[in-house]
């Protein structure tokens, strides 16, 4: 017959030991749904480095000759190349509290990527300043240089960022 002393312990421990298994417990998923987020996130942020990379090369190959640039910019000051361009950075920005829990190398290449996209625009918007008229013509060629090559180097940035997805996330398929 059990006296109440061994009762009493064996009560103690059955109560401490289901704490410890709930705490377990509780840490196993929350590990998986931490493991689940990040699998969304990056599979989000892929997508959008994506369409990003699908819009420079676009921008890429329908630009114009730098010869016809600079043809065209030679006539008058006034005279000003126009593009148009747009990146996306609403899954960056919405959710750039999680891109924290990435690799280190990774947070790295995805704000190089994002600022490149930035400088981007910041020099379209360069283009139409007033101020573009009044430098030489040597300086707005070099302008559009630099824009030919940012296109490059930021596609070029961003196809490598896709692959460093795909290497860490094996379910993100390529194309």
């Known amino acids: 017959m059990l006296r109440y002393d061994n009762v009493v312990g064996i009560s103690a421990i059955i ?47 329908t630009m114009p000759s730098f010869h ?30 999680l891109v924290v829990d990435l690799p280190d190398l990774m947070i790295k290449n995805i704000i190089s990527f994002y600022g490149s996209l930035e400088y981007i625009q910041n020099l379209i918007a360069g283009l139409e300043k007033k101020s573009f008229q009044t430098i030489s013509q040597k300086g707005r060629e070099s302008l559009m240089i630099e824009f030919s090559s940012s296109l490059g180097e930021a596609r070029s940035s961003g196809e490598k960022l896709m692959d460093a997805f795909r290497l860490l996330q094996p379910k993100i398929k390529a194309g």
């Not at 840490?27 to 990379?53: F, H, Q």
């Not at 008058?76 to 190349?81: F, L």
């Open 68 to 97: 016809d640039i600079s043809a065209f910019m030679a006539e008058s000051p006034a005279k000003i190349p126009h593009f148009t361009y747009k990146y996306y950075n609403d899954i960056y920005k919405s959710r750039s509290s």
């Open 15 to 61: 109560a401490a030991a289901t704490f410890v298994l709930k705490y377990i417990i509780d840490s196993i998923i929350s590990a998986r749904r931490a493991r689940i987020e990040r699998e969304k996130l990056m599979l989000a942020l892929y997508t959008e480095v994506s369409l990003n990379v699908r819009v420079l090369a676009e921008g890429t190959r």
